[in-house]
């Protein structure tokens, strides 16, 4: 995962979507206590700074030094470079001790994972009762009409390009996998839909598709995805004008649920 996204950090810190405040509420809404938050696979720390808000102390661990090189220092996050795959002992001693999280959060960085030995070393780490496992995606953007139907013509070419863990994202987690119960007040586990918004000229809407997987993928593979076609095609569908700034939308999808005592 960590090697996917190295060459492109500052890519992804300058366009990536930063979630949606109501979904921090919902999460919060069914999580007992706020003591402590782990955020697994935090990246440039986009869910951590939100989580900070709200948890007394979060921590915040990635595979990538890189991506962690620009995520924001605050004085109740604790961000932690760790392997793909942590012993239990070594989950205790570097992320919380047994039973101890009320809350782990995954933003956009499950379907990376091997789920059995993850939700192994969730089930380690949540408090009992209560304890909270949220995991969410969001798909691809949407601006409008005529800018969408060109973006999915590059996204439909890029198919190839990703990994096969992206069909969960693509599938917004309905099929995942997740041996958890309903939170209160809840008869199932989601998942839950929200919307995230970022506002982008088209410079950073190009930014934001450089700060793929796929288009790094492709690049490594000598395969150019943003030809000059298909800029000029967005161009055009952006109105002729790239300094024209448009609202971006991004479907975020939750899943939610407690641990099983």
């Known amino acids: 995962m960590a090697n996917l996204f190295c060459k492109q950090s500052q890519n992804y810190v300058e366009t990536r979507p930063s979630y949606p405040d109501d979904l921090f509420r919902f999460i919060a809404s ?4 706020h003591d402590l938050a782990w955020d697994v696979g935090t990246g440039s720390g986009q869910a951590a700074v939100s989580l ?10 990635d595979t990538s030094q890189e991506q962690l090189s620009f995520a924001p220092r605050l004085p109740n996050i604790d961000y ?23 809350l782990v959060g995954v933003a956009q960085a499950l379907h990376w994972f091997d789920l059995p030995t993850f939700y192994d070393g969730v089930n380690s780490v ?30 439909t070419e890029s198919g190839r390009f990703w990994a096969a863990a992206r069909q969960m994202v693509d599938d917004e987690y309905r099929s ?13 586990t989601g998942p839950f839909e929200f919307t995230a918004e970022r506002t982008m000229d088209m410079g950073a809407y190009l930014t934001y598709i450089r700060s793929w997987s796929a ?17 000029s095609d967005l161009d055009k569908a952006w109105g002729g004008d790239g ?13 939610i649920g407690k641990v099983r005592c």
């Open 176 to 188: 995942l996998l997740f041996p958890y119960d309903p939170v209160d007040g809840e008869e199932g």
């Open 243 to 255: 300094k024209v700034v448009k609202v971006v939308r991004f479907p975020c999808f939750l899943r």
């Open 215 to 231: 288009y790094q993928t492709a690049k490594e593979r000598g395969v150019e995805l943003l030809t000059d076609g298909m800029v």
């Open 30 to 33: 069914k999580t007992p206590r």
């Open 80 to 102: 932690r470079h760790t392997p793909p795959t942590l012993s239990p002992t070594d989950l205790h001693q570097q992320v919380a001790p047994l039973s101890t999280v009320d």
């Open 126 to 155: 949540l408090a009992k009762p209560g304890g909270v496992l949220a995991v969410w995606c969001y798909t691809e953007p949407q601006v409008d009409p005529v800018v969408d139907t060109v973006f999915w013509r590059l996204y």
């Open 52 to 61: 900070a808000r709200i948890y007394k102390r979060v921590v915040a661990t």
